[in-house]
């Protein structure tokens, strides 16, 4: 896929990791916003909804920046630190991995990239939908998104918490791939360096 930038953003990360997220997160506290101010959405609708949506689209992308950050500092000081516990070789492991070069790319290393991208999704989903909890919390504080209290509290509270939860958890089962597969490629590349 064509590269956005030499950032290594390419349109999917970007779609995916970024913007969903942020969107997620960032759509309660937008939604009360426009309803408190709706000279701005005036503002933004009036030729046409192109504004608005390059408007939600930037704030999303910003968003969406801030809770990959939050999440990587979870996955540098939560997931690597539990790993080093869990696995001795973790810091090694991790740092010949660092070092390897392949002429032929393995499956392993295109394997690698998917679960990267799997976690930090489920990462940054987890964080949004946390957002997405306190957001629709000050929101209800306006307005009623819907009557029946029970439906209220289980879809727009309970429902999310509980992905979140899911979401976290997934994360840190592939934070567990991620070690497992650097290993194994570890174990049969490394050695071939200090050959040459």
């Not at 992308?61 to 990587?72: K, N, Q």
């Not at 696995?87 to 690698?112: A, C, D, V």
Request: aromatic share 16%; glycine share 4%.
């Amino acid at each position: 896929m064509e590269k956005l930038t030499s950032l290594n953003l390419s349109f999917d990360r970007v779609l995916m990791q970024l913007v969903l997220p942020g969107a997620i997160a960032a759509f309660p506290f937008l939604s009360l916003y426009f309803d408190r101010q709706p000279d701005v959405y005036k503002v933004l609708t009036q030729d046409s909804i192109t504004y608005l949506v390059t408007f939600c689209l930037f704030i999303s992308l910003l968003v969406g920046f801030g809770i990959e950050g939050i999440g990587s500092r979870l996955e540098v000081f939560r997931f690597d630190k539990c790993l080093k516990t869990k696995f001795p070789e973790f810091n090694s492991t991790w740092e010949k991995y660092l070092q390897l070069s392949y002429k032929n790319e393995p499956i392993g290393q295109r394997y690698l990239r998917n679960i990267v991208f799997r976690m930090k999704l489920e990462l940054s989903m987890a964080l949004s939908l946390i957002c997405l909890n306190l957001g629709m919390i000050c929101y209800e504080r306006y307005y009623t998104v819907f009557f029946d209290k029970l439906l209220n509290i289980s879809i727009l509270h309970i429902i999310p918490a509980f992905a979140s939860i899911y979401l976290y958890q997934e994360a840190w089962a592939s934070a567990k791939v991620l070690h497992n597969t650097r290993k194994l490629l570890v174990d049969k590349y490394y050695p071939l360096i200090d050959e040459t």
